[in-house]
């Protein structure tokens, strides 16, 4: 760790120009510092109103369950057990288990947590694995895990001292309301998806 701002800055430009020399895919989202050339600078192609780029991207965690009839019966009070444990676990955020309108027998268990390493670790907590472990009879196999690399929240209302007051949208007309719209740099590194463990 650099124990001088400049040294810190110098170490910013090296890391940005080393990802700059290695382009991903051109469909693939931005990464680090390479996505836009500083860590103000956001994802390329935000507009008026997006804050500048944070670091640290929350992760959307969704667990897809295909229910057969016969199970149909028990289903949401042993999810909703597991999402209680989830609720639990440092690092969370928010949950929802919801039912596929037009599909009764698909069933979608989301949670948001302030990064990998929380949802990861509220995996392996006993009392979620006691939940959640008999569900994933029924989860379908498709990736899970989504790094957040923008957001926007409801809108907000603002009291006179700057302190955030939640309002219904239907009644924000008029007042001093602004919807919180922000991106964030991926946490993944640059060769996530090639590299591979090598010699100690």
Do not use: K, Q
């Amino acid at each position: 760790m650099p124990d001088h701002p400049a040294e810190a800055e110098a170490e910013a430009e090296a890391e940005a120009e080393a990802g700059a020399e290695a382009p991903g895919p051109p469909d693939a989202a931005p990464s680090g510092l390479a996505a836009g050339g500083g860590l103000e600078s956001g994802w390329p192609g935000a507009g008026a109103g997006w804050a500048a780029a944070g670091s640290g991207a929350p992760v959307v965690a969704e667990i897809r369950f295909a229910v057969p009839a016969a199970a149909a019966a028990g289903f949401p009070t042993a999810a909703r057990a597991a999402l209680d444990a989830l609720a639990r676990a440092a690092g969370f955020r928010s949950g929802r288990l919801a039912r596929a309108l037009d599909e009764p027998e698909s069933w979608l268990l989301t949670s948001e947590w302030d990064g990998p390493g929380p949802w990861r670790r509220a995996l392996s907590a006993f009392e979620v694995r006691y939940a959640l472990t008999p569900l994933l009879v029924h989860a379908v196999d498709v990736p899970g895990a989504f790094e957040v690399l923008a957001a926007v929240d409801p809108p907000v209302a603002r009291d006179a001292g700057g302190d955030r007051l939640d309002v219904d949208p239907a009644e924000a007309a008029g007042g001093d309301v602004a919807r919180l719209a922000r991106t964030y740099c991926s946490d993944r590194a640059a060769d996530a998806d090639t590299a591979a463990p090598g010699p100690s």
